[in-house]
């Protein structure tokens, strides 16, 4: 079986939970821990761990050192992922400056923009213009890109992006963009999630269930 989107985000919160018990004290848990913080079965626990061979004992539960190892390992936490944003507009200035990224084992290694004034290859992060784009993303290896490009730039972006070596895209444009067998692209609307939001607000009264 191959993970889902669904499985993954599980594991990310799998690993969050983890390491609050973990400051708690916490040096074993059990399947009906992790399913009664998140609001999911114990079952469904046992099953996403299986799949990634993480293993317990029946009456002895799961180490939390060691699945917090194994889960390090499979989200990519073990080593540094180097981020670049593509786009340094107000949204983009805000994502590279972004302290939370530091701690969950990612660095944003660079910008890159098409104005000439946002450049700044001296900055703290350094900002290119998108000739530069493949000689960064090669030299640090980036994979993952963020884009936060206007609507009319963004697919001609792509092209690009994957021929410096990216695989992978958090979309902020205000477009639909589809993943390719080369590149997964993974869109962020904020405009749609608050449109959402607003819709249930304005509905709780009708015990909609989100």
Request: aromatic share 8%.
């Amino acid at each position: 079986m191959k993970p889902t989107e669904e499985i993954i985000r599980r594991l990310s919160n799998y690993r969050r939970v983890l390491y609050k018990l973990k400051s708690l004290g916490f040096i074993k848990v059990f399947s009906d821990n992790l399913g009664d913080a998140l609001g999911i079965s114990p079952t469904q626990v046992r099953k996403d761990f299986s799949l990634f061979k993480i293993t317990g004992k029946k009456k002895g539960g799961y180490e939390v050192e060691v699945i917090l190892e194994r889960l390090n390992t499979i989200l990519g936490k073990d080593v540094i992922q180097n981020v670049i944003v593509v786009g340094c507009g107000k949204m983009g200035s805000a994502l590279m400056n972004y302290n939370g990224f530091a701690s969950e084992g990612m660095r944003v290694v660079a910008g890159f923009d098409a104005d000439p004034s946002l450049v700044d290859p001296e900055a703290r992060i350094p900002i290119y213009g998108l000739e530069d784009l493949s000689k960064i993303s090669q030299q640090f290896d980036v994979k993952v890109a963020i884009m936060t490009v206007p609507e009319s730039r963004a697919p001609q972006l792509i092209d690009s992006l994957n021929e410096a070596g990216i695989k992978g895209i958090l979309n902020f444009a205000p477009i639909e963009l589809k993943s390719r067998n080369d590149c997964l692209i993974h869109n962020i609307s904020i405009l749609l999630e608050l449109e959402n939001m607003i819709y249930f607000v304005n509905n709780l009264d009708d015990k909609i269930v989100i």
